[in-house]
């Protein structure tokens, strides 16, 4: 058990909707970082919060969005969902801004109908 | 943007032989990481590199920071059956936050 709960483990949903993934970092973890994971690919970075404040931006589509909350717990939403976005979504966590260790989540798998 | 490459993309090895892999880039990296991805599951991280030129063990496996700080190499020994998976390396980029991930290695393991 890495110490970072991702919730929910499966979410399925259809075209045009919005769904919310969330993730709770390993506890003294400041940094978060949100990955998408299509099938039998590797991992395409998105977005990285630290104490609160977005802190790099990968391939992340506009119709995506984050944050990180006072008590460090981050969302990830997703909306005007296409069939492509189906893919497993991981959030990792870290101590530090850059240059630590990341530990994952079990990811969330999202398939969209 | 910063890319990392992984080689092999896959092998297939007997039980008991020894593993090679590697991956590198075209930007200098602050830190390499490894990880391993079984099939639905999160990467686990194995070893974690912070120092140009540095190695590394856990257990069977020992990795590399390369020296130019744009490579590193993983060497699994004496592979086993649990060792199947999807191999992984990761780092952040000189001057970026980043945390980008390669392109990975598939290990089959034939007993």
């Known amino acids: 058990d890495s110490g970072v709960t991702q919730t929910p483990k499966h979410l399925i949903t259809a075209t045009g909707q919005r769904v919310t993934l969330r993730c709770s970092p390993r506890?003294?973890?400041?940094?978060v970082y949100w990955y998408q994971q299509s099938l039998d690919q590797g991992l395409q970075f998105l977005i990285q919060y630290y104490n609160g404040e977005e802190r790099a931006k990968g391939n992340i589509l506009e119709r995506f969005s984050a944050q990180q909350f006072p008590d460090l717990h981050s969302e990830l939403n997703l909306s005007s969902l296409e069939l492509g976005d189906s893919a497993l979504y991981f959030c990792?966590?870290?101590?530090?801004?850059?240059?630590?260790?990341?530990?994952f989540g079990q990811g969330t798998r999202l398939t969209v109908v | 943007g910063q890319q990392l490459n992984q080689s092999p993309q896959s092998m297939f090895i007997q039980e008991g032989e020894d593993v090679s892999m590697n991956c590198t880039s075209s930007?200098?990296?602050?830190?390499w990481l490894w990880y391993k991805q079984d099939p639905g599951e999160g990467p686990v991280l194995l070893i974690a590199?912070?120092?140009?030129?540095e190695l590394t063990s856990n257990g069977r496996l020992t990795a590399q920071f390369g020296i130019t700080r744009k490579d590193s190499f993983l060497n699994i020994s004496a592979s086993i059956p649990s060792d199947v998976g999807i191999y992984f390396c990761a780092g952040h980029p000189s001057g970026t936050y980043k945390y980008i991930f390669g392109t990975g290695t598939r290990l089959k393991v034939l007993a």
């Open positions: 930007s200098i990296f602050n830190t």
């Open positions: 590199l912070y120092k140009a030129g």
């Open positions: 990792a966590s870290s101590v530090g801004k850059a240059n630590t260790e990341a530990f």
């Open positions: 506890s003294g973890d400041l940094s």
